[in-house]
């Protein structure tokens, strides 16, 4: 099976910070890659399908990249409500998703 | 609206069976897989199995092959996950998701709590 190694675990950043988390696949998923956004309590939410696409009605603030086995996902400018924790997930053997570990991000 | 409902929280003993549900609304349940994803309390997403529901086709996670059964009723438009011998490491949210705009799932169900205790 495919493992993901998402990095870092937790991170704290201020208001209007740049953040950046990585995620690295065992093998090439090509682009086959989707990135979600968990608050407490909540479902997770889908913000970036297929590496690099925006889901519809998500902030243009974030972004993904990458392809292959490493890809990246950038929130430009940190605001509060993006206080949450953060999946990567591949599908790279559909039916089959696996998650990352996640990224809590905190404001400092 | 496409949604997912599920049912809700349960309190178990060890060794009991439970079955939760997930009814889907607002779209052809028959053709877009349902998935279902464990959250232990302060834990992470773990991907466990999924369901063609027009076909019963059905595929499991290595982790969770064995320990959990995935089916679906599709007259009722309704997904279940089930159990037949509870412990307490099942104690978990649980999530029904189905990827139907894209390979991606797009569309949650709320969650279940499953409390197993004795």
């Known amino acids: 099976d495919i493992q993901m190694t998402q990095s870092p675990s937790s991170l704290s950043a201020s208001v209007g910070d740049r953040v950046t988390i990585t995620c690295q696949a065992s093998?090439?998923?090509?682009?086959?890659l989707n990135w979600y956004q968990q608050k407490p309590g909540k479902a997770p939410k889908l913000l970036i399908y297929?590496?690099?696409n925006l889901e519809t009605g998500v902030p243009s603030r974030f972004s993904g990249s990458g392809s292959g086995t490493d890809f990246t996902f950038t929130i430009s400018s940190l605001q509060p409500e993006d206080i949450a924790t953060y999946y990567c997930?591949?599908?790279?053997?559909?039916?089959?998703?696996?998650f990352g570990q996640g990224t809590k991000v905190e404001i400092k | 609206e496409v949604q997912l409902v599920q049912s809700g929280a349960e309190v178990k003993k060890p060794g009991e069976s439970l079955k939760i549900s997930c009814k889907g609304s607002?779209?052809?349940?028959?053709?877009?897989?349902i998935g279902w994803v464990r959250q232990m309390p302060g834990k992470g997403l773990e991907w466990m199995g999924i369901?063609?529901?027009?076909?019963?086709?059905?595929r499991y996670s290595p982790s969770f092959q064995g320990q959990v059964t995935i089916s679906a009723d599709k007259s009722i438009s309704t997904a279940y996950l089930q159990w037949s011998s509870l412990k307490a490491s099942d104690t978990a949210m649980y999530y029904c998701?189905?990827?139907?705009?894209?390979?991606?799932?797009?569309?949650w169900g709320q969650g279940t709590m499953v409390t197993v205790s004795s």
């Open positions: 093998q090439d998923i090509s682009n086959y």
């Open positions: 369901i063609y529901p027009g076909d019963s086709d059905t």
């Open positions: 297929d590496a690099s």
């Open positions: 998701a189905t990827p139907y705009g894209d390979d991606a799932f797009d569309i």
């Open positions: 607002g779209y052809s349940f028959t053709s877009y897989w």
């Open positions: 997930q591949q599908y790279d053997n559909l039916p089959r998703w696996t």
